[in-house]
């Protein structure tokens, strides 16, 4: 299965910049999905609860940093990095934008190139395992990049889907995931899967980790899903 790629919202009411946005993510290893307007945005981070959020200010009807407020007093939407596209260069403009909320300013016109490093840089903080870093939760190490896991020293063997089921709890140790979020996460939209598979799946990932010797570190939540600690 292949690993399930990092989502980008790009909300942008110009064809030719959305376009040129959505190539360029696309080429950087990202799903892209894409909306014309801050009403279509709003239902579209519902449906789709991506990673990231390239927002333009000027949008038709409902502002760009109207969405961005709306967004950011919302406890399943806050942590989602927003960065915000805008022909206002004024250090007022930039100031109300990151009041707002929004994680990074970008000025038009932009460098594609330089856009394109601040997005990875919000995905390293919000999704570290997709950028490859190194994780660590008390005796548990998974470095992303060689897909190795230890504990207490000891490699453990993970498959495809454990692998990325533990990347899943350990960026955000504490966080309770639901399974349809874990199918999402770890699977894809796009794929079908039972959310009894997550279950299955979860079970195995447990007795891996604890061949070492070490506690289940993985709990369970009655009716709400799967936490990390």
Same mark, same amino acid.
């Not at 789709?48 to 007093?73: A, F």
């Not at 966080?175 to 999402?184: A, G, T």
């Not at 899967?193 to 061949?211: A, E, F, M, N």
């Given at each position: ?5 990092p989502t980008?919202? #790009?909300?942008?009411?110009? &064809?030719?910049?959305r %376009? #040129?946005l959505?190539?360029?993510?696309e080429a %950087?290893?990202?799903r892209? #999905?894409? *909306?014309?307007?801050?009403?279509? *945005?709003l239902?579209? =981070?519902d449906e789709?609860?991506p990673?990231? +959020?390239?927002?333009d ?5 409902l502002?760009? +940093? ?13 942590s989602?990095?927003? +960065?915000m596209?805008?022909? !206002?260069?004024?250090?007022?403009? @930039?100031v109300?934008?990151?009041e707002t909320? *929004?994680?990074d300013y =970008? ?11 601040? =997005? !990875?840089a $919000?995905? @390293?903080?919000?999704? &570290?395992?997709?950028a490859?870093? @190194?994780?660590?939760y008390?005796?548990i190490?998974l470095?992303?990049e ?5 504990r ?5 063997k ?7 089921l533990?990347?899943?709890l350990?960026?955000?140790?504490g966080?309770?995931?639901? !399974?349809? $979020?874990l199918?999402d !996460? #770890?699977?894809?939209r796009?794929?079908y899967?039972?959310s009894?598979?997550?279950? =299955?799946h979860i ?11 070490g ?8 009716g709400?899903?799967?936490a990390?600690?």
């Amino acid at each position: 299965m292949t690993k399930v790629q990092p989502t980008v919202l #790009v909300v942008e009411d110009e &064809p030719a910049q959305r %376009e #040129v946005l959505t190539y360029n993510l696309e080429a %950087e290893g990202f799903r892209v #999905v894409r *909306a014309e307007n801050g009403e279509e *945005a709003l239902l579209l =981070v519902d449906e789709e609860q991506p990673d990231i +959020i390239v927002l333009d200010w000027m949008l038709p009807n409902l502002s760009g +940093i109207e969405v961005c407020r709306q967004l950011k007093t919302r406890s399943d939407t806050r942590s989602v990095p927003i +960065i915000m596209l805008s022909a !206002r260069s004024e250090e007022l403009d @930039r100031v109300r934008g990151l009041e707002t909320g *929004a994680d990074d300013y =970008v000025i038009k016109p932009y460098s594609v190139i330089e856009l394109m490093a601040r =997005v !990875r840089a $919000q995905l @390293r903080r919000t999704r &570290p395992a997709a950028a490859g870093l @190194r994780l660590e939760y008390q005796d548990i190490v998974l470095d992303a990049e060689t897909h190795r896991v230890t504990r207490k020293g000891g490699e453990i063997k993970l498959g495809p889907t454990e692998f990325r089921l533990l990347s899943t709890l350990m960026e955000k140790p504490g966080r309770v995931w639901s !399974r349809e $979020q874990l199918l999402d !996460r #770890v699977w894809g939209r796009d794929i079908y899967v039972d959310s009894r598979t997550v279950d =299955v799946h979860i079970g195995r990932l447990r007795k891996s980790l604890t061949t070492t010797g070490g506690p289940d570190p993985v709990r369970t939540v009655r009716g709400a899903g799967y936490a990390l600690g």
